[in-house]
């Protein structure tokens, strides 16, 4: 089993800032992609940046150059920085890793959810 453990929603003022952090955890061999996601009531849950192990990273259009993914390889862990929040940011994040996990037989492909934070900017 694989773990990922959210940290860092709230709530903050249009303009503020916020970091969120996601650990990675359980039987794993390796990870290749985390990434961030998002999602609203009634929405589908939409990409907000990617970052893989060779420090590649993907931003959504809405996001760029007021989001910053990074990662710590060396511990599972991958981070948003979120500068420049906006009302239309307020969603539920989600964090996502993607892998090779070790089983009581073979190793087999992960993709999994982190439970999700609730960011929310007010106007």
């Known amino acids: 089993q694989v773990q990922l453990v959210e940290s860092g929603g709230g709530l903050v003022q249009a303009g503020g800032s916020l970091r969120l952090s996601c650990a990675a955890s359980?039987?794993?061999?390796?990870?290749?992609?985390m990434g961030w996601y998002r999602q609203t009531p009634g929405k589908q849950r939409e990409l907000v940046a990617t970052?893989?192990?060779?420090?590649?990273?993907n931003y959504a259009d809405s996001v760029k150059g007021r989001f910053t993914i990074s990662r710590d390889n060396a511990k599972n862990t991958v981070y948003l920085q979120m500068n420049s929040l906006k009302p239309d940011d307020t969603a539920v994040y989600y964090c996502?890793?993607?892998?090779?996990?070790?089983?009581?037989?073979?190793?087999?492909?992960?993709?999994?959810w982190g439970q999700g934070t609730q960011v929310t900017v007010s106007s």
């Open positions: 359980g039987s794993i061999i390796s990870i290749n992609a």
């Open positions: 970052i893989t192990t060779g420090g590649s990273t």
């Open positions: 996502n890793a993607n892998g090779v996990m070790s089983t009581s037989t073979w190793p087999r492909r992960f993709d999994y």
